[in-house]
């Protein structure tokens, strides 16, 4: 009887270390005799088949596999190790003890007598879920290659005709830009020309009044009659071109406003449709309209237009898509906040039509120039610069305020207030008449974190008015420290903040450290606009910017009163 390979060399006093390789070995071990009975087993084996590995001798090795590895090891792997008389890494699986599969790779040699004939085998079982594993994971990703692919390939085959669609859009988008900048240049034009032609018409036309009522004195003849008649057309012809300069006046812009009473909240749900064509697809609009909102006296026609130029901006500022949010509510300029413009606004009730953008934001040093006529930052032969400062010059032409907040990378809100209709030029504000000075305060302690230092004075001014122990920190990490240091009642912070650290993380952050702590946002985005766009979770407190120091004082209060 042979064996394949020569026998091992065993060094005395080794018999255990080989019995111990055998039994614990990385992997299984069997032989059988000549009946296929299994006559040595590896306790490695028992192992991962949950039982006793003397449990498993005198059994086939074939009853150890499932239902399909004992039919594929019967018609094929039987047959080749009797032909061949060996075999490599066959999969198989076998069944352990609880019902559950064992992946494995199986090596296999036939042992043979002198004769040749079968004395048994020897098989090597390795592990293989992991490789199980792996080559589920590789066929996965070969799948969603192949699925790509197919996308890929599909999206080739589309391209040019999409690419052909987009030229032919983007021509058709500029020929209409160069369109509007034509008309804007004509208008102007016109505009100058009209406002000259009619100084001339005027003299004209009372040149013409005055032969009109001098001719009547004159005695009756052919050449007066011929004189009256000329005079006629030609007063006729004057009143036409006073109405073509009319047109063109109108054309141009430059006609008196003609304010109505109007409702900000049907105008803007009026406008959406076509507000959203112009946005396009990309840009999804969103209209909020607060409740028992007042009326205002403004020109509707001069309002669409200022909302349809805020909107081509806010969409300019979203070349990848985003949301545009258009709210109106009630507000309230006090005193405190007007004495900090440097235009003239009175102090009292107004109607708030907030626009908010998810862009790109304005840098903080652009800020200051938006409402200059022909600044802009587009590039050449992409905007006018006279958007803006259109809007700023109708919203002053009606006694109103606008305001612009706007942080890089977060987007901006342009605040238009409009006055109210009927109201005085000083109000009750919506604070139920209390000033600053009968309001009531604490000795409690608040945190004010703002990295705007002159807003962050007023705050801490206005609180440390009021009898509270009030600290300042112009970052969230100069915040966080202070919440470490000292014990806090309330944290009024600001949503927006630099150094990588915004104020709901702040916020969280504080209540980890100081848990029951109150806590009080403020920005200058509206409220609806941030909870749309993920930046607040819905039932937060916030006071939206600007603020008096009569709101801040009576938010903060009520707030530290609540249990």
């Known amino acids: 009887m042979s064996d394949r390979g020569a ?35 590896n306790a490695t084996l028992g192992e991962w088949l949950g039982m006793e590995a003397s449990a498993l001798l005198g059994r086939k090795f074939q009853d150890l596999l499932n239902i399909a590895g004992k039919v594929y090891f019967e018609t094929h792997f039987a047959p080749l190790l009797r032909m061949q008389g060996f075999f490599n890494e066959v999969a198989l699986d076998l069944v352990a003890a609880d019902g559950s599969k064992v992946p494995v790779l199986v090596n296999a040699v036939e042992r043979r007598r002198d004769d040749g004939s079968p004395a048994g085998m020897r098989v090597a079982i390795f592990n293989a879920s992991d490789r199980r594993l792996y080559e589920s994971q590789l066929l996965e990703a070969r799948r969603r290659a192949d699925s790509l692919a197919e996308e890929l390939r599909v999206l080739n085959g589309e391209l040019e005709a999409r690419v052909a669609q987009e030229v032919a859009e983007r021509m058709k988008a500029e020929a209409a830009l160069r369109q509007t900048q034509k008309m804007e240049a004509i208008g102007q034009l016109t505009g100058g020309v009209a406002h000259d032609i009619n100084n001339l018409l005027t003299v004209v036309m009372g040149g013409l009044e005055a032969i009109q009522k001098h001719i009547v004195l004159i005695e009756p003849s052919t050449p007066a009659q011929r004189i009256e008649r000329a005079a006629t057309l030609s007063m006729q012809g004057a009143q036409k071109a006073a109405t073509l300069t009319k047109r063109l006046l109108a054309f141009a812009r430059r006609q008196p406003l003609d ?30 309209n607060g409740a028992g909102l007042w009326q205002t006296a403004a020109d509707p026609g001069e309002l669409e237009n200022a909302l349809l130029n805020l909107a081509i901006n806010a969409r300019d500022a979203m070349p990848d898509g985003g949301r545009l949010t258009i709210e109106t509510s009630n507000a309230s300029l006090d005193e405190a906040y007007v004495e900090t413009i440097t235009e003239p606004v009175s102090a009292g009730q107004y109607v708030l039509i907030a626009v908010s953008d998810t862009g790109c934001g304005i840098p903080e040093e652009v800020l200051t120039q ?25 919203v002053r032409q009606s006694s109103g305020h606008i305001k612009v907040y706007s942080e890089v990378g977060e987007g901006t809100t342009v605040k238009i207030y409009l006055p109210r209709l009927n ?51 112009a970052s969230g990490k100069e915040a966080i420290h202070l919440l470490r240091s000292e014990r806090i009642d309330l944290l009024f912070t600001d949503v927006v903040l630099p150094e990588g650290m915004n104020g709901r993380r702040v916020a969280d952050d504080a209540l980890a450290i100081q848990p029951g702590l109150k806590v009080l946002f ?14 607040l979770d819905v039932g937060v407190q916030l006071l939206s910017k600007p603020f008096s120091a009569t709101a801040l004082g009576l938010r903060v209060r009520k707030l530290l009163d609540q249990a």
């Open 7 to 41: 026998a091992p060399v065993v060094a005395p006093g080794q018999d255990e270390d080989l019995l111990d390789l055998f039994e614990h070995a990385p992997c299984g071990y069997v032989s059988t005799n000549a009946s296929g009975r299994l006559t040595n087993v």
């Open 370 to 394: 938006v409402f200059e006529p022909f600044f802009t930052t587009k590039d050449v032969g992409k905007g006018t610069g006279l958007g803006l400062s259109q809007v700023y010059g109708f």
């Open 522 to 535: 403020t920005t200058g985005y509206t409220a609806n606009a941030i909870v749309h766009n993920g930046r």
């Open 259 to 288: 304010p109505k009473p109007i409702d900000a909240g049907k105008l803007v749900t009026g406008l959406a449709e076509l507000l959203q064509r112009t946005l396009g697809e990309a840009v999804r609009l969103e209209t909020v």
């Open 423 to 473: 109201a005085p030029a000083r109000t009750e504000s919506p604070d139920g008449g209390v000033d600053l000075e009968s309001l009531h305060g604490g000795t409690e302690t608040i945190l004010v974190v703002e990295d705007h230092d002159d807003l962050r004075a007023f705050s801490v001014g206005v609180l440390s008015e009021l009898g509270y122990r009030v600290l300042g920190a």
